[in-house]
């Protein structure tokens, strides 16, 4: 079993920022891919950003490129995600989510989530 906890949310202007942590405990991570989604009032849950655990490469969704980016510190079992220049339209709860990762052939990465934390709430008010 794993559990992942998030951390870091609330209320901020628009172009402020702020970080997310998800700590992670439990089984091993060595295998799991990590990542972060959002999900605004009424809509579907979205991906965010994703980080594989076995390197370095991340991922992020059009609308965070160049002002969010997703980073993890092994030795704590964390993964943060940092974001800058926040939009009113990043308002969201924000889930901390570990997996397996896939990229398709056109480049979007897919994460299938294994485990999800209990999300944070972000609000950026304008």
């Known amino acids: 079993q794993v559990q992942l906890v998030e951390s870091g949310g609330g209320l901020v202007q628009a172009g402020g920022s702020l970080r997310l942590s998800c700590a992670a405990s439990g089984r091993t991570f060595s295998s799991y891919a990590m990542g972060w989604f959002r999900q605004a009032p009424g809509k579907e849950r979205d991906f965010v950003a994703a980080i594989r655990w076995s390197g370095s490469s991340t991922y992020y969704a059009d609308s965070v490129k160049g002002r969010f980016t997703i980073s993890r510190d092994d030795a704590k079992n964390t993964v943060y995600l940092q974001m800058n220049s926040l939009k009113p339209d990043d308002t969201a709860v924000y889930y901390c989510?570990?997996?397996?990762?896939?990229?398709?052939?056109?480049?979007?990465?897919?994460?299938?989530?294994?485990?999800w934390g209990q999300g944070t709430q972000v609000t950026v008010s304008s």
């Open positions: 989510a570990a997996g397996s990762l896939t990229v398709l052939f056109t480049g979007r990465p897919v994460l299938k989530a294994s485990y």
